[in-house]
């Protein structure tokens, strides 16, 4: 879902543990994911995903959703 949403430019890591590089500064794309519901890192230029092995499919499909959101905003 994350893969060619519009805001990102590349994917990495491995399972759960995932590297988001974004067009805007992932200082933006943190605060804004925090403001609603969704908490994440910042590593270099990569916003950062570590979320719990056992985490819920709903509450995941929400968190893609607001980082979508969060990284397709214009600057």
């Known amino acids: 879902m994350l893969s060619g949403a519009k805001g990102v430019e590349s994917i990495s890591g491995l399972g ?3 590297g988001i590089k974004t067009t805007r500064p992932a200082k933006d794309i943190l605060l804004e994911c925090i ?3 969704v908490l994440c890192l910042t590593a270099k230029d ?3 995903l570590l979320p719990p092995l056992n985490i819920k499919k709903e509450n995941l499909i929400k968190a893609i959703k607001v980082i979508i959101e969060a990284c397709g905003k214009e600057i």
């Open 46 to 48: 990569k916003v950062r």
């Open 16 to 18: 759960l543990m995932i």
């Open 35 to 37: 403001q609603n519901g």
